[in-house]
Antibody
């Protein structure tokens, strides 16, 4: 079955950097778009970033644009999120999420990781 | 950005009750509306995609309907394991957005 395992979360000071990783298994990683979605403690869900299956297209939420970079290593079935210039409002659980298709629109999030907690303080 | 407004934000219901949650979009999103269930301390789980398609493995007591700007998630007969928070999400345009959530609690 589909498995998404995040790592790399932790506590970081404001202005610092952190890189999240997500190792995927149980599906053909190279044929699906992938996302990062975050959830601040006790709050709702916020889409953060998307990377297309071939790695050639990415999109970001305005709240992270210019600070976060999403990348993927298709040979290693791994999705990354490089987070720079972190702010206290970036504190959240970050979920690695599989798209139901290839493109960013018109699909759905059909598998989620367990989440990686990032605390900026 | 497309805003999704869920109502109610919370509700209390009993096992066996029929529950309906609504999601209203700030502009038309055709049928590109999905529903997720989240239990405490867990990641969200896809229930329904494209307004009314049931995700594999999801019980048939869950159903969805709607088009354009108004959508509903219905649980025909609430089971103990259904007490959770439910989120709608649109995939019609960027940024992808979620509703604020509806918490279903035990009466």
């Amino acid at each position: 079955q589909v498995q998404l395992v995040e790592s790399g979360g932790g506590v970081v000071q404001p202005g610092g950097s952190l890189r999240l990783s997500c190792v995927a298994s149980g599906f053909t990683f190279t044929t699906y778009g992938m996302h990062w979605v975050r959830q601040a403690p006790g709050k709702g869900l916020e889409w953060v970033a998307y990377k297309r299956d071939d790695g050639n297209i990415q999109y970001y939420a305005d709240s992270v644009k210019g600070r976060f970079t999403v990348s993927r290593d298709n040979s290693g079935n791994t999705l990354y999120l490089q987070m720079n210039s972190l702010r206290p409002e970036d504190t959240a659980a970050y979920y690695c999420v599989k798209d139901g298709g290839r493109e960013v629109l018109l699909n759905w999030f059909d598998a989620w990781g367990q989440g990686a907690l990032v605390t900026v303080s | 950005d497309i805003q999704l407004t869920q109502s109610p934000s919370s509700l209390s219901a009993s096992v066996g009750d029929r529950v309906t949650i609504t999601c209203r979009a700030s502009q038309t999103i055709n049928s590109f509306l999905n529903w997720y269930q989240q239990k405490p301390g867990k990641a969200p789980n896809l229930l329904i995609f494209s307004t009314s398609s049931l995700q594999s493995g999801v019980p048939s007591r869950f159903s969805g309907s709607g088009f354009g700007t108004d959508f509903t998630l219905t649980i025909s007969s609430l089971e103990p394991e259904d007490f959770a928070i439910y989120y709608c999400q649109q995939s019609y345009s960027l940024p992808l957005t979620f509703g604020g959530g509806t918490k279903v609690e035990i009466k």
